[in-house]
């Protein structure tokens, strides 16, 4: 079913939404979300909601089981702590995107804006173009898969979250190394970017942290730079 | 907060510009309830109807309509001292006054702003025309008409104050003072403004504001009169600045957007064969300009300059 969202408030689009949903529909569309805030937000059910147009902060935020489609662009936080469901973004995806993530998926066909992924806490972002900076700052677990070029200052102060990079690493952050992919690695990126229709731009980069800085040492160089 | 918008026509139509901003602020109004303005470049170019000048002043703060009347009689009086005044024009505590001649800027300043210390020069250019205040987008429009206003390109500014004083000098957009048809807009927090304006203070710049923002005006002033282009100085100012930014700058020339190195402030860009569009929010672009196009966040630490229709007709 079809929501006209031009003269609805943000909270009544949400409104219909969620009644949309407790009667039962499965397949929901909102046309001219004009790039509005806030849309989308907190849905727990395994519906599927697609926006018809770009929406703005925050879209599909706190979402689990639930599926999201974005025709254009997201703003800022997109899928921030979602712990579940999936979000595809034809567009690029402003700061922040999957903010603190905890699980299912987050795809951007376009590029992200800067700290994609920051602190993300489990499941999959995958981004089709370049990451902008600071991509992966403090990102605990799950794993960010970077068709493009990697952005200044790449996996900043990470824990356990691995990042795979299919174009250039032109800058690392604080304590990130470089390494090579494994073979289960590149199986599971291969079948990943051939279901979502997205390819490397060359050979795939695994980006890890180098464990410097998860406890504090008196002598260490990476401390001294850090720091 | 704040709210910062800029449009830049390609093709023409420079009626559109005035509707445009004030479609953009509009949406943008929510970010910033305290002052809305725009700064617009009518196209006049400083070859054609030499000596054609524009100035807006603000008359004072908080004066009665018997004392802004008579205000304007001074400012008026002061002005027509110096060179021909064409046209006055009056509205609440702003005047707008088109002058014919070749104006020292630094001395019709001084002079004008000698009437009353709450007396400020808001813009004093050939193309470049600032009005701003106090209040909503809406209730702008309805002081100045900026529905109304045309030209090449513009900029506009929603204001939340977080640092200083909310009146119509703190507002934005700022004009550069002293430095003809220059202005900028900006959202965010320059952190190192105290530190600049010391340095600046130290070499006899007078500040209107306590408003960080200002010193973007006075410091592309400092950089191009020290022989930077526009495009130079404006790097010098992504690596000057500390703290967070997105500003726009335009010249009659060139229109322009600058974000910090970290990506702290939001900033989108939409550009068809027609037009340039900037703004804080998708949010504004679609209300003023509907769909049909698509939008990208510029990476942080983008300068990015495009030539304005002013300076297609060189």
Known sequence: ?227 | MCGIAGFASKTGAPARIGRTLLAMLSALECRGPDSAGVAIWSGRRAGDERGRWVARIKLGDGLSEAEASRRAQQVLGVAESLLPVRDVERTGDSVRLALDGEVDLDSFERAVEGVAPDVEVVSLGQSLEVAKQVGSPQKLDDSFDVRGMKGTHGLGHTRLSTESRIDLSHSQPFWAHGLADVASVHNGHITNYHRLRRIYEGQGVRFYTGNDSEVIGIYLRDRLGQGDSFEEALHRAQHDFDGSYCFLAATPDEFALVKDGFGFKPLIVAETSDWVAIATEEVALRAALGEGFETREPPARTVQIWPTMQAAHV
């Not at chain 1, 943000?10 to 499965?26: K, Y």
């Not at chain 1, 509005?36 to 703005?56: K, Q, W, Y």
């Not at chain 1, 990470?158 to 073979?183: H, K, R």
């Open chain 1, 1 to 227: 079913m079809e929501i006209e969202a031009r003269e609805l408030s943000v909270r009544e689009v949400n409104q219909a939404i969620q009644a949309a949903i407790a009667h039962g529909e499965s397949e929901i569309t909102v046309r001219e979300p004009a790039a509005r805030h806030n849309l989308g937000v907190a849905l727990i059910e395994p519906v599927h909601v697609r926006f018809d147009g770009s929406v703005g902060y925050y879209c599909g935020g706190l979402i689990d089981r639930a599926r999201i489609t974005i025709r254009g662009s997201a703003g800022w936080g997109v899928g921030e702590s979602k712990l579940g469901g999936d979000i595809l973004v034809h567009g690029g995806a402003g700061n922040g995107a999957g903010a603190a993530m905890r699980g299912g998926t987050l795809v951007i066909k376009g590029s992200a804006s800067a700290r994609a992924g920051v602190s993300m806490k489990g499941g999959t972002l995958i981004i089709g173009g370049d990451c902008g900076y600071m991509t992966g700052f403090m990102a605990q677990k799950g794993t960010i898969i970077v068709c493009g070029d990697g952005g200044e200052a790449l996996a900043d102060s990470m824990y356990e979250t691995e990042i795979f990079v299919g174009g250039d690493i032109p800058d690392l952050g604080n304590d990130a190394v470089v390494s090579e992919p494994s073979e289960s690695d590149l199986l599971m990126l291969s079948s990943t970017c051939s279901a979502h229709e997205m390819e490397p731009r060359g050979e795939w980069k695994k980006v890890v942290s180098g464990r410097e800085l998860w406890n504090f040492k008196k002598g260490s160089l990476a401390w001294r730079e850090a720091l």
